[in-house]
């Protein structure tokens, strides 16, 4: 199928129309890409690298924002304590904050799919373990399974090497909590599908069983799973950020939004707000775009709602 097939359905298709139709899925979608077009081209379009120990200046510390009194248009939205530009600073805090949510909702994705596919396919103990492990992971909160697995980490790695792989203990900390809902979902459509005509068929004619959930069944499962990714992301996000602002997510060496909301809360009540607020601001509104599009992806392939 060529390309220019391919975008006339994409273009014809109900998910296109419904896109059109809802002026506030476009805004959050615009939204969206800003803040990752931001944060993929932080290097070029920031005005400073805010990791840059030699371009650093204390006297510039504390500079509100360029409309504020004392304000300097070298910083649109002031400085830190340390005299890092907040603008920057928040364009590669997105940058740490999207990488770490996009990585955890992949292993949530990959582990949840899997093992519901399993579950639903095969059935008996399987499904049975599965369920069960399931249930009681959905009964403690992610972030204190989060929380627990980036406590374990700190105390069986040294404290350099911690912080060196932070990243990646986030990343396992926030994937292992969220896998328990694309589980359910994956095995709820894969029992729905696998008594069907088409995959007795393909069980007749000797196809293996892998081959038919991974091929035939799985497919049928993506839309429910990527309603719930987009919906999940924006809860990584807010999940990394939360364990960086209680100080056990990226250390200040390379600050997430929630490290930056963190830096900031302790000069909030001495006048020097824009530390926090703004950070604070983008995480909202980047958390609100990426559930507003989970919203619409949610009702756009709800085929009752067509």
Do not use: C
């Not at 924002?65 to 997105?94: E, F, K, M």
């Not at 990394?240 to 200040?252: D, K, Q, R, T």
């Amino acid at each position: 199928m060529s390309d220019t097939t391919l975008f006339s359905r994409l273009r014809e298709s109900d998910l296109w129309w419904s896109f059109r139709r809802s002026p506030l899925t476009v805004g959050a979608a615009v939204v969206t890409l800003l803040f990752f077009g931001g944060a993929v081209f932080a290097p070029w379009v920031a005005p400073y690298n805010p990791f840059d120990v030699k371009s650093l200046n204390l006297m510039d510390a504390f500079t509100p924002p360029a409309w504020a009194s004392g304000g300097s248009t070298a910083h649109l939205l002031g400085t830190d304590n340390q005299g890092r530009d907040v603008l920057s600073a928040i364009l590669y805090g997105t940058r740490v904050s999207l990488m770490i949510g996009l990585a955890a909702i992949v292993l949530s994705v990959t582990t949840g799919v899997l093992l519901g596919l399993l579950a639903g396919f095969r059935g008996g103990w399987a499904d049975a373990i599965v369920m069960r492990l399931a249930d009681i992971q959905l009964t403690v909160p992610a972030i204190l399974i989060a929380l627990t697995l980036d406590g374990v980490a700190r105390a069986a790695l040294p404290k350099n090497v911690h912080e060196e792989i932070a990243i990646w203990v986030l990343v396992l900390a926030i994937g292992f909590a969220y896998w328990p809902q694309f589980a359910r979902v994956t095995r709820a459509t894969t029992l729905a599908e696998k008594n069907k005509d088409y995959v007795n068929a393909a069980r007749i004619i000797g196809v293996p069983g892998a081959r038919i959930a991974l091929a035939h069944v799985l497919p049928n499962a993506w839309g429910p799973v990527l309603v719930i990714a987009t919906i999940e992301l924006a809860l990584a996000i807010i999940a990394e950020a939360s364990l960086s602002y209680l100080g056990v997510g990226m250390p200040p060496t390379q600050p997430s939004l929630g490290t930056l909301i963190r830096i900031g809360n302790a000069f909030l009540f001495s006048g020097e707000w824009w530390i926090a607020i703004f950070p604070a601001a983008a995480l909202v509104i980047l958390s609100l775009a990426v559930n507003l599009l989970g919203d619409w992806l949610r009702d756009a392939l709800n085929p009752k709602l067509r």
